[in-house]
């Protein structure tokens, strides 16, 4: 499995756990967490399309 692909599942696990937290502040944190890693998928996919084939 690709890593950008591990990025965004750990995200998804994130929203599932951002629309089931019993708090504001819970859930705040979970989309935080979420948006970081959709992130990090995009840029790792960014990085994984600027590489020289090999």
């Known amino acids: 499995?690709?890593?950008?692909k591990?990025?965004?599942e750990?995200?998804?696990m994130f929203e599932r756990r951002a629309?089931?937290?019993p708090d504001p502040i819970s859930r705040?944190?979970?989309k935080e967490m979420a948006a970081h890693y959709r992130s990090?998928?995009?840029?790792h996919l960014d990085v994984k399309?600027?590489?020289p084939a090999h």
């Open 19 to 21: 629309e089931s937290a």
């Open 1 to 4: 499995m690709s890593q950008a």
């Open 40 to 43: 990090l998928a995009v840029e």
């Open 49 to 51: 399309r600027d590489e």
């Open 10 to 12: 750990k995200a998804e």
């Open 28 to 30: 705040q944190h979970y």
């Open 6 to 8: 591990v990025l965004q």
